[in-house]
């Protein structure tokens, strides 16, 4: 992606604060996410990667992010994140990063925005986050990611009696690697095949890496087992669609959205990672939206 982004109300007299900020993960998101902020008014720049890929990780950034050389601290190591101190870490590395990164910068009062959203649809690691970030005084942010309308669906959650109702649709490609790939041939898919029914915690366990949409979906409404999913692979599909349909005493409403996928990485929208530009702004502007 080679966008050129404006930033209006970052910089400047309409600066706030020089953000200090930490990324967990190497991957398509943050990669992507790199080229976006290299304009930003940002303090320091550290990046956990994880352990033996230190050397690699600076190899790219050379390569790809050669801005930020100057600019970024690389790592594998938590406890240099942790020392560094960042106004917010941004976690872009799967579940297995949650697992094991999120509670120790939570305690030690670091605010953590999570991509990798399906990781809270483990009711125990929800909770121990939670703690974790009661302990330290700090919050856990989630970004809307790939879909929209999140603000009214958690604004409408307060009423409670939803009913939530999440579709997901995404090209073969996007469900190698997972479990419909095992019992389908999903090269040779000449038609829509609707894989999956079932509620919003299944849907995070089986398909960690495709279900974030589902949970963020589930927090913000009616909760993982009263979201109903149905995921769809078409190899019609030119990018990856996202649609729900809410039921409430207060509205109804849908919300349908086709996003391209990232550079290499068939399962995860592009928007994803503005979505995340949009938290980094917001910490650092004077007007957050």
């Known amino acids: ?34 080229k976006l902020i290299e304009p930003l008014p940002l303090e320091r720049l550290i ?3 994880s352990p033996g890929g230190e050397a690699r990780a600076r190899e790219r950034l050379v390569a790809s992010h050669p801005a930020l050389v100057g600019r970024m601290q690389v790592t594998e190591r938590l406890d240099d994140l942790i020392v ?16 094991a990164h999120a509670a120790r910068l939570l305690e030690t009062g670091i605010n953590l925005l999570l991509v990798s959203i399906g990781a809270l649809s483990d009711e125990a690691l929800h909770n121990r986050l939670k703690a974790a970030a ?22 409408l959650s307060a009423r409670g009696a939803l009913k939530v109702r999440y579709f997901g649709t995404k090209p073969p490609s996007a469900w190698l690697g997972t479990p419909v790939a ?16 079932g509620n919003a915690r299944e849907a995070a366990r089986n398909y960690p890496k ?6 963020t979906l589930a927090l913000a409404g009616a909760g993982f087992e009263a979201t109903e999913v149905t995921l769809i692979a078409d190899p019609a599909a030119t990018g990856n669609s ?3 349909e809410v039921s409430s005493p207060l509205a109804n409403y849908s919300v349908e959205i086709t996003n391209r996928a990232t550079d290499g990485n068939a399962k995860t929208s592009v928007s994803t990672v503005y979505s995340v530009l949009r938290e980094i702004r917001n910490q650092i502007g004077p007007v957050a939206i």
Not at 84 to 99: I, S
Not at 134 to 144: D, E, K, N, T
Not at 182 to 197: G, K, N, V
């Open 210 to 215: 495709n279900a974030n949409v589902a949970a």
């Open 47 to 49: 990046l956990l990667v």
């Open 84 to 99: 560094a101190r960042p106004g917010l870490v941004v976690e872009a590395a799967g579940h297995g990063a949650v697992d």
């Open 242 to 244: 996202h649609r729900y």
């Open 134 to 155: 009661v302990r330290g005084g700090a919050r856990i942010l989630l970004p809307a990611g790939a879909i929209g309308g999140i603000d009214l669906l958690s604004a």
């Open 182 to 197: 095992e019992t389908i041939d999903l090269e040779r898919l000449s038609e829509p095949l609707e894989f999956f029914h």
């Open 1 to 34: 992606m080679t966008e050129s982004l404006e930033l209006r109300g970052s910089a400047g007299a309409d600066e706030v604060c020089r953000l200090s900020l930490g990324i967990i993960g190497f991957g398509a998101i943050a990669s992507e996410l790199l």
